[in-house]
């Protein structure tokens, strides 16, 4: 998962590398800011290298009511829950096995 400020470049990106069993179904991105807009991609990696990155971008606002998050204790930070089935076509793309 790479992610970034809205009004940032995507050279600013930061990353979230997460190895996938089969079973697993969401990443945490964690260190967000209340009401701070972002841009967030998806890929695959595999021994052969990075695949595409998922398109379009997805943006969300920690917030709002229509972004998953979990708030950290006592902090201003919050976590961000990314649904790994909405990427499913990334996997298939790249022609990556999971099992």
Request: proline residues 2%; neutral net charge.
């Amino acid at each position: 998962v790479r992610y970034w400020e809205s009004d940032q470049d995507m050279t600013s990106a930061k990353e979230v590398e997460r190895y996938l069993d089969g079973n697993d179904l969401e990443v945490v991105v964690s260190g967000l800011t209340l009401g701070k807009e972002y841009k967030l991609r998806v890929l695959a990696f595999s021994n052969g290298g990075d695949g595409k990155m998922s398109s379009p971008v997805r943006e969300f606002t920690i917030g709002k009511a229509s972004a998953l998050y979990r708030t950290s204790s006592a902090s201003s930070f919050h976590n961000f829950l990314v649904p790994m089935h909405l990427w499913t076509i990334i996997f298939i793309a790249c022609k990556l096995s999971i099992s």
